[in-house]
């Protein structure tokens, strides 16, 4: 069974993380959805790669999905924490006990900052980790919390996203998806 996936994106977003986020997604099979949070499908990322968005994120609201995974990067975290849509189903994943994953600046700028952390241990990029309240495995590559997955930065996306696939999938999936693509 497919299962559905949310990524949702911004101008500033970390490209590295939100590339390696959706295209391991997909190669495991899961259907992923690409939201621009901007007001506009195409967004220019942090390192200036352009990304077209499959749609805005007000079209995605009303939708369940199995994960929503958000990617880092400056201003791009800040972007995703100020969406009021964002938000609201940030809160609704976590209400429902279904799968949150951010990386880089996200889990303290986005999850944290909205109290979606709370109890739970949880990893950052190093420039953030002041920000998390819970500091015990800030130093952990990634981060498994309950419904939560966190991870680190750019250098830790490929090894974050085989994560997610497992949590999804199982782990036979994910050494599938890990093994031709030489990880």
């Given amino acids: 069974?497919?299962?559905t996936v949310l990524v949702?994106?911004?101008d500033g977003t970390e490209e590295l993380e939100a590339v390696a986020l959706i295209d391991v997604l997909r190669r495991a099979?899961?259907?992923v959805t690409v939201a621009s949070?901007?007001?506009a499908r195409q967004i220019t990322a942090s390192r200036g790669v352009v990304i077209v968005a499959d749609t805005l994120i007000e079209a995605c609201v009303e939708k369940a999905y199995d994960l929503v995974v958000l990617p880092g990067g400056i201003p791009g975290a800040e972007h995703l924490r100020d969406s009021a849509v964002l938000t609201r189903m940030?809160?609704?994943q976590h209400?429902?006990?279904r799968l949150v994953g951010a990386i880089c600046a996200s889990p303290a700028v986005v999850l944290e900052h909205h109290g979606l952390l709370a109890g739970r241990q949880a990893t950052c990029h190093p420039g953030f980790v002041d920000r998390l309240t819970a500091r015990d495995r800030v130093a952990a590559r990634v981060v498994v919390?309950?419904?939560y997955l966190t991870s680190r930065g750019p250098g830790t996306a490929v090894e974050f996203a085989l994560a997610?696939?497992?949590r999804l999938y199982g782990k036979d999936k994910m050494e599938a998806v890990a093994a031709p693509m030489v990880v």
């Fill in 8 to 10: 949702p994106v911004a």
């Fill in 164 to 166: 997610l696939v497992e």
């Fill in 37 to 39: 949070v901007t007001g």
């Fill in 1 to 3: 069974m497919d299962k």
């Fill in 145 to 147: 919390d309950g419904n």
């Fill in 95 to 97: 209400k429902n006990k």
């Fill in 29 to 31: 099979g899961a259907t």
């Fill in 90 to 92: 940030l809160k609704r």
